[in-house]
């Protein structure tokens, strides 16, 4: 367990383009930023300024063009890529704007997928525990092509949580829903990384989801600014 206050990740000036043809384009430009234990960050910015992006490069979906970048003080640059799936699912959770979830398991099976990708035993009693703790008591065999969009992002959320993460990444997790559900699923997943101690850093375009979080940035034009 990490000491309250101590940084569990840290970006030191993380850059990164893309290349189409002869176009470059520059996306994020020197990103810095540390995620401290039990703490909630939160990064608004219009659509295209890169905050997807700056995910991907903190969860090591995508390397950076330079920067360096520590998970638990550890350079990740030094973790071998073939244990790099395996570390990443059990330091931390994703919760996508898309869901990801898998139509051919059921919410347990979404949920228990999460352990198995980071080569974890299933932990059957928890992630039925987690599913009740969304809400989702009864719909643990249920498709997720048969789930409300909201009921969708609940089972991601508990899917995030299975491996009991220290850090929790949310790109836009309320933005495909209606304002009422949008609270539900937000609601949920300040007081679930609340109650399993798990940072929280939350993109989304909401002032009022925001200004939950306890330090909140702006990304313009592939910069981090600190509100
Ligand atoms: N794989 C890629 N190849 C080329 N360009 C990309 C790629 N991924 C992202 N981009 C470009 O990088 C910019 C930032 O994209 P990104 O998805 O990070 O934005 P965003 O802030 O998350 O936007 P939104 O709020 O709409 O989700 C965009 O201009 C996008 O077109
Ligand atoms: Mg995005």
């Not at 020197?30 to 300024?49: K, M, N």
């Not at 919760?95 to 228990?112: H, I, R, T």
Request: charged share 25%; hydrophobic share 40%; proline share 2%.
């Amino acid at each position: 367990m990490n000491e309250k206050n101590s940084i569990i990740l840290k970006a030191e000036k993380l850059a990164k383009s893309f290349h189409s043809g002869s176009a470059c384009v520059n996306v994020l430009h020197d990103a810095s930023l540390c995620v401290r234990a039990g703490r909630s960050l939160s990064i608004r910015g219009e659509s295209g300024c890169g905050k997807t992006t700056l995910l991907n490069l903190l969860s090591r979906i995508e390397s950076a063009d330079s920067g360096q970048l520590f998970w638990q003080g550890r350079e990740v640059d030094k973790i071998r890529s073939s244990r790099l799936a395996r570390e990443r699912g059990r330091f931390m959770g994703m919760v996508f704007q898309a869901y990801y979830l898998v139509p051919e398991l059921d919410s347990l099976g979404n949920v228990l997928l999460a352990a198995r990708v980071a080569g974890i035993k299933p932990d059957r009693a928890r992630a039925e525990s987690l599913l009740e703790r969304v809400g989702l008591k009864e719909r643990m065999s249920a498709s997720p092509l048969t789930l409300s969009g909201g009921e969708r992002q609940r089972v991601a959320v508990a899917r995030a949580l299975m491996n009991k993460p220290q850090l929790m990444l949310a790109d836009e997790p309320t933005g495909n829903l209606d304002e009422k559900s949008g609270s539900v699923v937000m609601d949920m997943l300040m007081a679930v990384c609340a109650e399993e101690g798990a940072s929280l850093v939350l993109v989304t375009h909401n002032r009022a989801f925001a200004a939950r979080t306890g330090e909140q940035f702006v990304m313009h034009d592939g910069h981090l600014f600190a509100e």
